[in-house]
């Protein structure tokens, strides 16, 4: 009985996606931005920024999901096959970047520059690696839309939440 769960489970390693380093490599993004975000966040304003971060977690989980739906791309290559969009991209890398930018960022002008430098990191760099590695396919979509898309988005959420803390300061 020994012998055949140890063949059992090495066969589901062998035939599974852990075997394979993408499977690996989406892992550890699951988990290590959100391990560089503890160590440098903001202490004294964790609340207002990790609340931005899980703005843009929703966010990116939402859309994710409206374009997998669509047809608009797919991920052929995911960490987790029931899910279908790109977990460690919606809720840690995505998130946590634009989390920094909003930390650092303190001016509109340096936000914008933070923005564009992240539209342009994920859309010309992070999924042309992505497409190449075959873990992402655009249907219906291309770099210069989700460049686009991660600007403006970036630029709504920053608004957003200017308006939320300057409500927050005005009622207290």
Partial sequence: ?????????????????????????????????????????????????????????????WLDLLGTTNHLWRYPFKLLDQIPSLLPADIAVIPVLYMLNYQFARTWKSFIIGAIFLAFLFSYVLEPIFTTFRMLEFMNWSHSISFIAFFFLGIVTKGIFQCIVKYKKDIS
């Fill in 1 to 61: 009985m020994k012998n055949n769960y140890y063949d059992y489970i090495n066969s589901w390693i062998i035939q599974s996606t852990m075997a394979d380093l993408r499977w690996w490599l989406l892992f550890l993004s699951l988990f290590f931005p959100w391990v560089i975000w503890w160590k440098i966040v903001d202490r004294t304003r964790v609340f207002e920024i990790l609340s931005y971060g899980l703005f843009w977690s929703v966010m990116a989980t």
